[in-house]
């Protein structure tokens, strides 16, 4: 008997589902052991080629969930957490590499951000004062000025990078 897209379609999205299933909940908990993030990773794409081929084998029946409202309501969610997870920027691990560079200069004191603006800690002192933050001294860090003027750090940081 020739193999059919429906007599291999599905056992490939099955396996792919186990392996990425297991593999993405031992990353939810910090396992990362041996090769379970590259395998996680490139096994996806047999994911994505098994639900490929599984949709075109039984495409009849894909077309069907279009008509019904809650497979829609599941589609949808389903699409607007992949939108959201690709435009929301990230909170630390492997997210926005912007989030990561202002959390660190949001971590130094100002006297040491100063620095990379080519300003005198106390010419920092002073730019931020025409912003309206109040700088009680230098030497903190650009997280406890904001706090005091009770403004977000990404404030400080954009009135020093103007």
């Known amino acids: 008997?020739?193999?059919?897209?429906?007599?291999?379609?599905?056992?490939?999205?099955?396996?792919?589902?186990?392996?990425?299933?297991?593999?993405?909940?031992?990353?939810?908990?910090?396992?990362e052991a041996g090769w379970v993030k590259p395998v996680h990773e490139w096994l996806s794409w047999a994911f994505v080629a098994g639900a490929v081929f599984h949709t075109a084998a039984h495409w009849k029946s894909f077309k069907n969930y279009f008509s019904s409202r809650s497979a829609l309501a599941i589609i949808t969610a389903g699409a607007i957490i992949v939108i959201a997870s690709i435009t929301i920027p990230g909170r630390g691990g492997h997210g926005n590499p912007f989030m990561k560079i202002s959390a660190t200069l949001a971590a130094a004191p100002l006297e040491t951000v100063a620095g990379l603006v080519h300003l005198t800690p106390e010419q920092a002192v002073e730019k931020l004062g025409k912003s309206g933050l109040k700088v009680a001294d230098a030497s903190r860090t650009v997280k406890k000025i904001a706090a005091?003027?009770?403004?977000?750090?990404?404030?400080?940081?954009?009135?020093l990078f103007e």
Do not use: R, Y
């Open 148 to 159: 005091d003027n009770g403004k977000k750090e990404i404030v400080v940081l954009e009135s």
């Open 1 to 31: 008997m020739k193999p059919t897209f429906k007599s291999w379609a599905t056992p490939l999205v099955i396996s792919a589902f186990i392996v990425s299933g297991i593999t993405g909940l031992m990353l939810f908990f910090h396992q």
